[in-house]
């Protein structure tokens, strides 16, 4: 087995969660990889030998980003509509419609090559785990294929037939399909289930019912809760034990009492906010609060076509209170802690060697260059990519 | 002398002056080079024969981006002042002493090579010509050195030894030796001549005088104004006829009016503020009152580290009131008069075949899909970069 020495690292950010700083940091550090995983970390001065070495020239190297939450699987463009609501129009749930007939309408091939691109796409950008979340299919024929597209690219697949109620049908006949036959379909292709719990979607009773039925064909809970308003959503997970509740933008005191108690994750996707002109969620008073904190892109063609988790730290830092280490953790820790996955996220021996090299000395350079494409090189399992 | 077509364009944005769009978009398009410059532009079906042909496969097609101002010539890193300030510290211009004693202490190879990796940084992400200031010298000696640097980038040179007072003299003495020894030895590097015009650097009068001492040496001016508060800069450079003023957070209504009447175009540089957290210039309010606004990067070590104008297109979407046509209008054809530029910020006959290819089908998707790197190719004086 070949193992290679990543070396002459500026600033390594190992996330191990026994160091004293957050993000594990090593300075003028190296890393050994063997079989895909991670096989030493430490200085280079105390580097072994290995079979073959790669010189960083002083960049920084952090995990690779975890983002637990998307919507990649879709066909159409909405710039239109993103326009129309730069120039004053509010956000309407209901754009997801547009969506909803272009993907229908679409092949099984187009609907893989767009996937395809923007995986890519949010490789580049160094994402290395990414779940992907059926929903506009909104049939069973079309939620099912539109997981097993997911599933070519990820092991993190999320049902989401319960993204919004489709025209003709009544929300009671739309949850029986969701809970019986359409979950029949979608569960071989899928590892968790989703709700969109909130006003103008699904009421917490839905919600309920829709991850109670996932759970009993194997499928895990998330949701998205309290993204446009106060909701029973954030609560509702909490009780529930869901490992991640997901937007969670308008909390109450309680909400965030709940999400410490039950340990769930509390997942912000400020591209939603920034393309939607809508507050930004308070990471500040969650973090203060005990909350474990992720951040994910919720890259999707309506709220949010950002696929950048760069973009999503700098406006964490700028907007949301947290420092470029908490935002650059919520972004690679904290999101294979949201995705229940203890085998990426982190540069410690064991750990699969998902990681990306910056074109900077520091972590902190995410924050302070915005909008820069600083990933310079991205491996997973230890194969550049 | 080879002809190559560029065919198969989903949307080209030509900025022709002559279009009923502020874009002039041709969709389906072509456009023929020759000799470095625009031999054609059209419908692909009506294209002439070229010597070569390259598909772009129904991708966008732009002018590349002019940025008129930018600050490149620096040593050091100023992450850690960045972090504190996103934690709260309020932005202080004594944080450019940081750089001055970082640049004064660097050697010309070292300035040129960071230099180098800036604009490279830049073309990747589609800007094309680039304004290049000094002002971290401070010294009769680091100035001049400044702008020899930057002029193995650019024609677009600006001396800006009136950046700061710098530690050890008072603003008279400094005054005096910017528009007399400094000036003398940065003015065969220069094109342009700058000043900081606000309160806590140069005052009206100082800004005057500095003006005036570059015109007699056949610098242009520019200025710097209204950045962080209400100022005369504005007012002053109306005044003098000036070709741009740039930053423009703070105008009173006299000051819009100054504008609009001596058709001095106001550059925003939105990733100042995006990186101090003030207030957005309003840009809406500018064009409004028929005041031409040109955008910017203001790409600097300090107070803003971006160099991405797709992420200040974006801002001025989000946060200034622009549509996505006149922020991608601002960014090229704006940022060409902002440099009294007629051979650039335009895909028309005779201007230079300065261009960008976004992995996207129109120009919008700069707004959409904030913090991806969009551009695919970039091709300067008809050759790709």
């Known amino acids: 087995m070949t193992s290679t020495l990543f070396t002459n690292i500026g600033e390594?950010?190992?996330?191990?969660p026994g160091a004293e700083d957050l993000l594990g940091l090593v300075e003028?550090?190296?890393?050994?990889?063997?079989?895909?995983?991670?096989?030493?970390?430490?200085?280079?001065?105390?580097?072994?030998?290995?079979?073959?070495?790669?010189?960083?020239?002083?960049?920084?190297?952090?995990?690779?980003?975890?983002?637990?939450h998307?919507?990649?699987?879709?066909?159409?463009?909405?710039?239109?509509?993103?326009?129309?609501?730069?120039?004053?129009?509010?956000?309407?749930?209901?754009?997801?419609?547009?969506?909803?007939?272009a993907t229908r309408a679409a092949t099984d091939e187009q609907l893989t090559s767009h996937v395809a691109r923007l995986v890519e796409e949010m490789r580049r950008?160094?994402?290395?785990t990414v779940e992907i979340k059926s929903g506009y299919g909104l049939s069973v024929r079309d939620e099912a294929r539109s997981l097993a597209v997911a599933r070519q690219f990820t092991?993190?697949?999320?049902?989401?037939?319960?993204?919004?109620?489709?025209?003709?049908?009544?929300p009671e006949e739309y949850v029986a399909l969701v809970t019986g036959p359409m979950l029949e379909?979608?569960?071989?292709?899928?590892?968790?289930?989703?709700?969109?719990?909130?006003?103008?979607?699904?009421?917490?009773?839905?919600?309920?019912?829709?991850?109670e039925a996932g759970a009993a064909h194997g499928l895990r809970g998330r949701l998205h809760a309290n993204q446009l308003g106060p909701g029973p959503g954030v609560r509702l997970a909490a009780e529930l034990g869901l490992v991640a509740v997901d937007h969670c933008t308008y909390l109450d005191d309680a909400d965030?009492?709940?999400?410490?108690?039950?340990?769930?994750?509390?997942?912000?996707?400020?591209?939603?906010?920034?393309?939607?002109?809508?507050?930004?969620?308070?990471?500040?008073?969650?973090?203060?609060?005990?909350?474990?904190?992720?951040?994910?892109?919720?890259?999707?063609?309506?709220?949010?076509?950002?696929s950048s988790l760069p973009l999503c730290i700098a406006l964490a830092v700028r907007d949301m209170g947290m420092t470029p280490a908490e935002a650059v953790h919520a972004a690679t820790f904290r999101g294979a802690e949201a995705l229940d996955r203890d085998d990426v996220g982190a540069?410690?021996?064991?750990?699969?060697?998902?990681?990306?090299?910056?074109?900077?000395?520091?972590?902190?350079?995410?924050?302070?260059?915005?909008?820069?494409?600083?990933?310079?090189?991205?491996?997973?399992?230890?194969?550049?990519?």
């Not at 950008?125 to 290395?128: F, L």
């Not at 092991?155 to 009544?170: D, N, R, S, W």
């Open 347 to 385: 540069l410690v021996p064991g750990r699969r060697a998902d990681l990306m090299v910056l074109d900077a000395p520091t972590h902190v350079h995410l924050a302070y260059r915005p909008g820069v494409p600083l990933v310079r090189g991205v491996w997973v399992a230890g194969r550049p990519v």
């Open 12 to 16: 390594l950010a190992t996330n191990d």
């Open 125 to 128: 950008q160094g994402t290395t």
């Open 28 to 68: 003028d550090a190296a890393l050994v990889v063997e079989g895909g995983r991670v096989a030493w970390v430490g200085r280079a001065a105390d580097a072994p030998a290995a079979d073959e070495a790669v010189d960083l020239g002083g960049r920084a190297v952090l995990p690779g980003f975890v983002d637990s």
């Open 70 to 101: 998307s919507h990649l699987v879709f066909a159409g463009d909405r710039a239109q509509e993103f326009a129309a609501r730069m120039a004053g129009e509010s956000y309407a749930a209901g754009g997801i419609r547009t969506t909803v007939a």
């Open 256 to 306: 965030v009492d709940a999400l410490r108690d039950a340990g769930t994750i509390a997942t912000l996707l400020p591209g939603v906010e920034f393309s939607t002109r809508q507050p930004y969620p308070d990471a500040r008073r969650l973090l203060d609060a005990g909350v474990r904190v992720a951040l994910a892109s919720d890259c999707n063609p309506g709220s949010c076509f950002t």
């Open 185 to 211: 379909a979608a569960a071989p292709y899928a590892r968790w289930i989703d709700v969109f719990c909130e006003r103008g979607a699904f009421d917490a009773d839905q919600a309920r019912a829709v991850l």
């Open 155 to 170: 092991e993190e697949t999320t049902f989401l037939g319960a993204h919004v109620v489709p025209e003709g049908t009544t």
